[in-house]
């Protein structure tokens, strides 16, 4: 039987663990994990300190075991009416969506897709607004996300950008 092709949506500001077992959850029930980057046109605010390129960047030295995803950016259109057919614009076919919120699962399943709600790993520690926020504070956040994440911030000086931004919210 063929697996089918699952597609997770998230900010991913930044990629955490939690995001890697959430696609570690999705590879063992699809063939192909879509990984939708969204929010892709935001960038060095406070909700999304990081560009669509920088988070694509952790996600891949992030997975670098795992070769079963692409990586697509999804800009907010902010018209809940045209969303999905919008995503499916941008995305290769898929048939699962991964996802826990309210807005995603009513959005996905009216369009007809099979939408699995996930389960939550640590959300109190597993979010980016917490790794944010104690990145800001000089408190340990390294812990909380994969060594490719914890490379691309350091390679773009982001702990200064977060830093920086925390002082203007």
């Known amino acids: 039987m063929v697996k089918p092709t699952g597609l997770i949506i998230g900010r991913f500001q930044p990629f955490h663990n939690g995001h890697v077992k959430l696609i570690e959850y999705a590879a063992g029930e699809s063939g192909k994990v879509i990984i939708g980057i969204g929010s892709s046109q935001e960038s060095h605010?406070?909700?999304?300190?990081?560009?669509?390129?920088?988070?694509?960047e952790m996600i891949k030295k992030s997975l670098k075991v795992f070769d079963r995803y692409e990586i697509i950016e999804v800009p907010d259109i902010n018209k809940d009416l045209v969303w999905v057919s919008h995503v499916k614009r941008i995305a290769p076919d898929f048939q699962v969506v991964y996802a826990n919120t309210a807005r995603e699962r009513h959005l996905f399943s009216e369009a007809g897709f099979d939408v699995v709600p996930t389960p939550f790993f640590s959300r109190d520690?597993?979010?980016?607004t917490e790794i944010r926020r104690r990145i800001a504070m000089n408190e340990k956040w390294m812990w909380l996300v994969p060594q490719g994440t914890i490379d691309v911030i350091k390679k773009i000086d982001g702990v200064r950008r977060i830093k920086d931004l925390s002082l203007i919210i």
């Open 45 to 56: 605010s406070w909700e999304n300190p990081f560009s669509a390129s920088e988070r694509r």
């Open 125 to 128: 520690l597993y979010s980016g």
